[in-house]
């Protein structure tokens, strides 16, 4: 069941039966622009693409709200044309508490629960990160705790998680991390590649912590 799909996700989810999955858990191009610029922030410098020209068309919301039973979609204000109403926004609160012009307060996740709206606050600015994920060189690699709050939040174990526009693999190490099914689905071969060495790395630390404890 655990797997990444190099491909475009819209043929992937077109295969997928009616609610087959447990939580679509995803965080698709905005249509900003960002992948172009070659660096953002502090962030090392990357190769640029131009998967972010623009945001991908309503037919990959209507997929992917048919083939899973919840959604919680990163950037909602995005597409918010393409989603129904909700009332369970998920934010990301990335300030560290100094007045700042530079980076966003925060992000914002479209989700389909009925519930309460949810904060979340792990620090995100410049150098103040209290996330301790190295970076891989993905542009817009999204911090680990905020999909692994997402997934254990909205799931439980054993259930299956889908995220079709995968990029370096963050929802996937996050799925593995708390005993989640996975399926992941990336366009670009060099994505892949780094979610798959994420991967590895969690396999390779599992290993190793039951050799320790064995
Ligand atoms: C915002 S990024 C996701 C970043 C990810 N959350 C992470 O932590 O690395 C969106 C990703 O969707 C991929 N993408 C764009 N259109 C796609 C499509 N039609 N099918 C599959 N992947 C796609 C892009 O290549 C990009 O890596």
Redesign the pocket.
């Known amino acids: 069941m655990n797997r990444i799909i190099l ?4 043929d992937t989810l077109v295969r997928l039966p009616d609610k087959s999955i447990d939580l679509l858990c ?5 249509g900003i622009g960002i ?1 172009k610029r070659g660096q953002i922030g502090t962030g090392r410098p990357f190769t640029p ?1 131009r ?2 020209t623009s945001a ?1 068309p309503k037919a ?1 919301f209507d997929e992917m709200r048919r083939v899973s039973k919840a959604q919680i979609i ?2 909602g204000n995005y597409f918010a044309n393409m989603l129904p109403a909700s009332r369970c926004w998920l934010v990301w609160w990335k300030n560290d508490g100094l007045p700042c012009h530079t980076f966003a307060d925060c992000e914002i996740a479209w989700t389909s629960f009925d519930k309460n709206a949810q904060v979340f606050n792990s620090r995100w600015r410049g150098f103040v990160r209290d996330s301790k994920e190295p970076r ?1 060189g ?5 911090a680990l705790e905020v ?1 692994k709050w997402c997934i254990a939040s909205f799931s439980k174990p054993g259930d299956t998680v889908i ?9 996937a190490v996050a799925a593995k991390l708390l005993g989640r099914n996975f399926i992941g ?4 071969e060099e ?1 892949v590649a ?2 798959r060495q994420r991967l590895r790395h969690v396999n390779d630390n599992h290993a190793n912590d039951n050799r320790r404890k064995a």
């Open positions: 491909g475009n996700c819209l995803t965080d698709p191009p905005y992948s693409k998967w972010d991908p990959y990163w950037g891989v993905h542009p817009t690699q999204k999909m995220d079709p526009f995968l990029g370096s693999g963050t929802t689905v990336e366009q670009d994505y780094m979610a």
